[in-house]
């Protein structure tokens, strides 16, 4: 299966510190998204990371992808309750062209 | 900012009624998804369209799906005899082409009772 695989599934932490989740896929990838869900809401595209990149930023969050372990990292800093939601990795293969996603990581910030 | 835009947000229909759930991609998009969500679970894709036919479809895609975009802005999808396991999150989305991220819709919730 080409899913991504997010861990931990989740991760609660006080407002201000930093979070992180990482995401591991099996095969080749155009490109990694990441993913924002509010409870019950839509899905919000935060960052996408393509094969040949090594690390992205926006705002304040921060992407790595290591293609060789097959695995992406999302990083949020100076974390805020708003923050509060679902992230998700989304994996577009390179042998088709539909995202496919993992079972996510729940983020708590507490204030 | 440009945004996919679905209706209704959320529709209960009974089991076995065809419902009709619909999107307005991102105008200058070309190519459009449909996904959904089962409550607690991963979002599954469902199918891909790019000029006027469906490119890919999934498992879950069967003779009681189907997709359109009548009048070249709206992108729809039809569940022809709704079952309980149909109930779900569905999501529309779209992207200007196959290098760049995709925009969502924010969902139609359906409940089939």
């Known amino acids: 299966s080409q899913q991504g695989e997010e861990d931990p599934q989740a991760l609660s932490i006080q407002e201000g510190e930093n979070a992180t989740m990482n995401c591991s896929y099996k095969?080749?990838?155009?490109?990694l998204q990441w993913y924002r869900q509010n409870s019950g809401r839509g899905l919000v595209h935060l960052i996408l990371?393509?094969?040949?990149?090594r690390e992205k930023h926006s705002g304040r969050l921060r992407v790595t992808l290591d293609t060789s372990k097959k695995s992406s990292s999302l990083l949020i800093t100076a974390s805020r309750a708003a923050d509060t939601a679902s992230y998700f990795c989304?994996?577009?293969?390179?042998?088709?062209?539909?995202?496919?996603f993992g079972a996510g990581t729940t983020v708590t910030v507490r204030a | 900012e440009p945004e996919v835009t679905q209706t209704p947000s959320h529709q209960v229909t009974q089991m076995g009624q065809e419902v009709i759930l619909r999107c307005v991609p991102i105008s200058n998009h070309l190519y459009f998804y449909w996904y959904r969500q089962i409550l607690g679970q991963k979002v599954e894709f469902l199918v891909s369209f790019y000029n006027n036919e469906i490119s890919e479809k999934s498992e879950i895609f069967d003779d009681q799906f189907s997709v359109e975009r009548p009048d070249g802005s709206n992108f729809t999808l039809k569940i022809r005899s709704t079952k309980l396991e149909d109930s779900a999150m569905y999501f529309c989305?779209?992207?200007?082409?196959?290098?760049?991220?995709?925009?969502f819709g924010s969902g139609t919730r359906l409940t089939v009772v």
């Open positions: 990371i393509r094969s040949n990149e």
């Open positions: 095969t080749s990838i155009n490109n």
């Open positions: 989304a994996t577009d293969a390179s042998n088709d062209y539909k995202l496919s």
């Open positions: 989305a779209s992207r200007v082409d196959q290098s760049y991220g995709y925009t």
